[in-house]
């Protein structure tokens, strides 16, 4: 069944982290206001993440997740859900940016940066889940081809990248 418009809009919000959609502007700039609110969204979309049970619903989050605002410590939530396909973790690990991950470091421990720990966190966990097939479905396609650029320098990386993760996953599309 399709998502309806009206759905999709409270899903694609649930995708927007800090200031909620349709906070009033005046409390834009009004910390002791805006924290509660934050807050209590930050507790809406945590719900929501763990007890959705529509992969396509899962998979339009993780489609509208803003990485630079939200990091990856939702996505961790939404890849551990059940009902979290096997195409929507393919397409969160090649947004991700896995090929420079994987290109500068082998652990977590060569990365300084917090964001960039929970990236590769999020990414390595992926990563365990296709290897291992831990997921429930693999119905929404994704085809990471377009997001491959260093196919060719597989020999630099500083931990090799599985050859699974560079597949296409799920149905597809017949050509009309």
């Known amino acids: 069944m399709a998502i309806s418009k009206r759905r999709r809009q409270e899903i694609i919000d649930l995708a927007i982290p ?46 509208n997740w803003h990485w630079d605002g939200g990091g990856g410590k939702p996505l961790q939530r939404l890849i551990a859900n059940p009902y979290c396909d096997a195409g929507t ?20 421990s060569e990365i300084s ?34 997001y491959i650029s260093m196919q060719d320098r597989q020999d630099e990386f500083a931990r090799p990248m599985p050859e699974i993760m560079t597949r296409p996953v799920g149905k597809k599309h017949r050509k009309k």
């Open 18 to 63: 800090g200031v909620p959609p349709g906070t009033p502007e005046e409390l834009w700039n009004d910390d002791a206001a805006l924290e509660p609110l934050i807050r209590a969204a930050d507790r809406r979309r945590n719900k929501w993440l763990d007890s959705a049970t529509d992969a396509k619903e899962l998979h339009l989050f993780a489609e």
């Open 89 to 108: 973790m393919m397409m969160i690990f090649w947004l991700g940016s896995a090929e420079d991950y994987y290109f500068q470091y082998r652990t977590v």
């Open 113 to 146: 940066w917090e964001f960039d720990r929970e990236i590769f966190r999020l990414l390595r966990r992926i990563e365990r889940k296709i290897v291992k097939s831990e997921y429930s479905s693999a119905r929404i396609p994704f085809d990471p081809t377009p």
